[in-house]
């Protein structure tokens, strides 16, 4: 087998599963074959009196059989490229929020700085036939730049976040180069349908390219590979989480603390893309709407710290503060809080014990490459006695999770009609959609994500290489 080396933007110890996320999917392949795993330290050098700054170094671990290979990086560069370009113009723009984009034009030069410094540092510890997996929006150039150094190794890239129409990415300036950056990939993975379908459109009508058989198009004098590759969850470690003595003791606790209630349970990064503040709105609505709720239905809503450093974020949470402030004070009693909002990190083994005591959970989000939420709530519950999936249908999730109860969330009265009616779901019918989602969730589990998308990129080798091409 190939060694693997995967580049994705933050790097995790693959031998721990609190890292949770990317790090859990790609563990037994990267566990299996050996591999290196290159990307930020998360570490920002400051600028000396002279305003120099001196050449990144590259720090290695060694975590088993796996390398972990990660660069510290410059204030400016930082700020340009993550927060500026990555975080400020394509998660905005790709989430199709052009009105929260800043396209200030210097962003996207640190952009392609970073990738060039990615690129340069990992040409180098390259074997002729390693196979290199690119991962989500930070890197879209990274493959451009490894040609330009004469890297002819398979590359591939996944988006983990959802790819907009076409009259959308044309917002961005450089949009053209962004996709034309793509085409030095050999394989080009998204979520769902709908995203491969935006980017065939962007590709035909923006790039005139040719469609080629078995999902290849033609451009730029190279042929790129793309497809759908849902990603999912590990079933085994959820159901292992929810054994081991922490999601135990968290599934008894909470049932004994609202065992006169019903559960709600919303968890989310907290940011804009998870439409928080309609979720608030759609259960105030609930409570207007429905008074047998009041005193019987809770809602915790964990919302984990994220990008705190983005304006966009500080405001997400004033916001929600005062949802759920004015929630509980005009509809609260002595003994009962409608909502209980959290703005921290909650321990990985615990979600799996709250998931399982909660009858509903709401997952609407405005806009979402997939939502592992989704999948981690269906995978922990009760087969017997199972909660309601109350799920977007803007979230990639939605695609593959039909019998998931599925809403419009900027529909803030019809949002609210399905958590009730999820509230009031017969066992039989909770049980039957329950266990279809569960055959879904099985069987394209994360294994079947890794293994589908690596299969493909044996089999997709581009017809030309080396070609520097990539201007700005
Ligand atoms: C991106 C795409 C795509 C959340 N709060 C806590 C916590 N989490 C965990 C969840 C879940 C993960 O974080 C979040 O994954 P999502 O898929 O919901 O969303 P993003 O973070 O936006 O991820 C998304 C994903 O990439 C994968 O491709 O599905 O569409 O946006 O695993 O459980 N974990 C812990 N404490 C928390 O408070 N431990």
Not at 61 to 70: C, D, I, N, R
Not at 218 to 246: Q, S, W, Y
Request: aromatic share 10%; net charge negative.
């Amino acid at each position: 087998m190939p060694r693997l080396v995967v580049v994705s933007n933050r790097v995790a110890d693959p031998r721990k599963t609190a890292a949770g996320g990317l790090a859990v999917a790609l563990a037994d392949v990267l566990n299996n074959n050996g591999g290196l795993w290159f990307g930020w330290s998360g570490k920002i050098i400051e600028a000396a009196e002279d305003g120099s700054y001196p050449e990144p170094k590259l720090h290695a671990q060694q975590a088993g059989p796996v390398k972990l290979l990660t660069l510290d990086l410059n204030r400016e560069d930082h700020d340009a490229y993550y927060l500026g370009y990555s975080n400020g113009v394509l998660w905005p723009v790709f989430h199709y929020r052009l009105d929260l984009a800043d396209f200030d034009a210097g962003y996207i030069t640190g952009y392609r700085r970073v990738n060039q410094l990615f690129a340069r540092k990992l040409a180098p510890l390259l074997r002729e036939d390693d196979v290199i997996w690119v991962h989500d929006y930070h890197l879209i150039p990274l493959a451009a730049e490894l040609r330009a150094l004469g890297c002819n190794q398979r590359i591939g890239f996944f988006l983990h976040i959802p790819l907009p129409p076409p009259l959308i990415l044309a917002a961005i300036p450089g949009h053209d180069w962004l996709i034309r950056a793509l085409f030095a990939y050999d394989l080009v993975g998204f979520q769902s349908k709908a995203d491969h379908f935006h980017f065939c459109n962007y590709v035909q009508s923006e790039a005139h390219a040719q469609e080629l058989p078995e999902g290849r198009w033609r451009a730029f004098n190279r042929t790129v590979h793309a497809g759908a590759f849902p990603i999912g969850i590990d079933v085994e470690e959820f159901d292992a989480l929810a054994r081991a003595p922490e999601g135990r003791e968290m599934y008894e606790r909470m049932r004994g603390e609202y065992s006169r209630r019903k559960l709600l349970v919303g968890v989310d990064r907290l940011d804009y893309s998870k439409g928080l503040p309609q979720r608030m709105r759609a259960f105030r609505e609930l409570l207007t709407r429905y008074p047998e709720t009041h005193n019987s239905a809770t809602l915790i809503q964990i919302a984990s710290p994220s990008r705190e450093d983005v304006s966009a974020y500080t405001e997400i949470l004033h916001e929600l503060e005062s949802l759920c402030g004015s929630i509980n004070g005009n509809f609260g009693e002595l003994d009962w809080m409608p909502v209980r909002y959290m703005h921290r990190t909650v321990a990985r083994a615990r979600l799996p014990g709250l998931y399982r005591a909660s009858r509903v959970a709401l997952v609407t989000p405005l806009r979402d490459g997939m939502n592992l939420v989704a999948k981690e709530f269906v995978a922990s519950q009760n087969p017997n006695d199972p909660g309601v999936l109350v799920l977007s249908r803007f979230a990639g999730a939605a695609e593959q999770l039909r019998e998931a109860l599925l809403v419009n969330p900027y529909d803030i009265e019809g949002t609210a009609n399905a958590i009730h009616l999820a509230l009031q779901m017969p066992l039989e019918e909770r049980r039957e959609r329950h266990q279809a989602l569960m055959n879904t969730i099985r069987s394209f589990d994360v294994h079947w994500w890794c293994d589908s998308f690596l299969d493909s990129l044996a089999k997709a080798k581009a017809e030309e290489t080396g070609t520097p091409w990539l201007r700005l």
